[in-house]
């Protein structure tokens, strides 16, 4: 109606802030599982919601090493002799692994056979003489047959990632969340982020034409969370003392398993009034 004067109510957008958290700037503990404590709380502030929005790994945790027990080979050869390899830790490939087993076998005294390799495809363990492949974490990497004898082995679909992912764990930050993460691992968690040891492009290859996985080599990589996940906030909780686990599919924190002594890493979590 005329005369009458409009309102106009400006509307404010919610606002948003980060949380930046360094594995380096643990008080106590190791970069796969530490606590986080400082004078004062970490983030004061009335938000209802925080997520992930990036993680920057620097991965040196080699996929062939004693303690995630996928250095050793066993081979023997029935009427000749056996022989167990240790591999020295390192990273290597599925070509930079058949090398260096064929090479360890062929120098070890009275096996009784001679050890070689078929490029392929398919890529083959060959011996003169009829041997048997004692199971081992490296031999169930390599995707070799244990147990029966044979004078070629196919080398099956091969995966030397000591980890295919990692989950980033904080009980101080999930612990409100009502909708709760599900996985179909036996282990579940309530997870800040997932990391799939994978490249963003295509993998290179090596000589037998494998792909070079991630977890083959030292990486750092910087990963975005779009869209991230969104785990509910009670408003009126600050957030003090943090602790933080990387766990592997068995659920175990990774040191458990693997030497993880090179490993840092840093997030990016944002946190929203909305």
């Not at 022989?83 to 120098?107: R, S």
């Not at 995966?159 to 612990?175: A, G």
């Amino acid at each position: 109606m005329s005369g009458d004067r409009i309102q106009h109510v400006q509307i404010r957008q919610p606002a948003t802030a980060n949380l930046m958290v360094d594995s380096g700037d643990r008080t106590s503990g190791n970069a796969d599982n530490f606590t986080i404590q400082k004078k004062n709380s970490i983030l004061n502030g009335f938000f209802h919601r925080i997520a992930t929005t990036e993680v920057i790994l620097n991965w040196n945790v080699p996929n062939i090493q004693a303690k995630y027990d996928s250095d050793k080979f066993i081979v023997a050869v029935p009427g000749g002799g056996t022989a167990a390899i240790v591999l020295p830790e390192g990273f290597y490939t599925v070509a930079q692994v058949l090398t260096a087993i064929v090479t360890a076998l062929n120098a070890t005294p009275g096996i009784g056979a001679v050890f070689s390799i078929t490029a392929g495809p398919p890529v083959t363990l060959n011996s003169t003489a009829a041997f048997i492949i004692t199971e081992t974490p490296l031999s169930n990497m390599l995707g070799l047959e244990p147990g029966v004898s044979s004078t070629v082995f196919v080398v099956l679909n091969p995966d030397l990632r000591i980890y295919k992912y990692i989950d980033f764990l904080s009980s101080q930050l999930t612990y409100n969340q009502k909708l709760k993460d599900a996985s179909t691992n036996p282990t579940d968690n309530n997870v800040l982020c997932r990391w799939y040891f994978a490249w963003s492009q295509t993998p290179l290859v090596d000589s037998y034409n494998f792909p070079i996985l991630q977890g083959y080599s030292q990486f750092v990589e910087r990963r975005l969370f779009n869209y991230p996940k969104q785990i509910r906030w009670e408003s009126n909780m600050p957030v003090g003392q943090l602790g933080f686990q990387l766990v592997g599919p068995n659920g175990k924190v990774l040191s458990q398993d693997a030497d993880v002594v090179f490993l840092d890493w840093e997030m990016t979590l944002q946190v929203s009034e909305d």
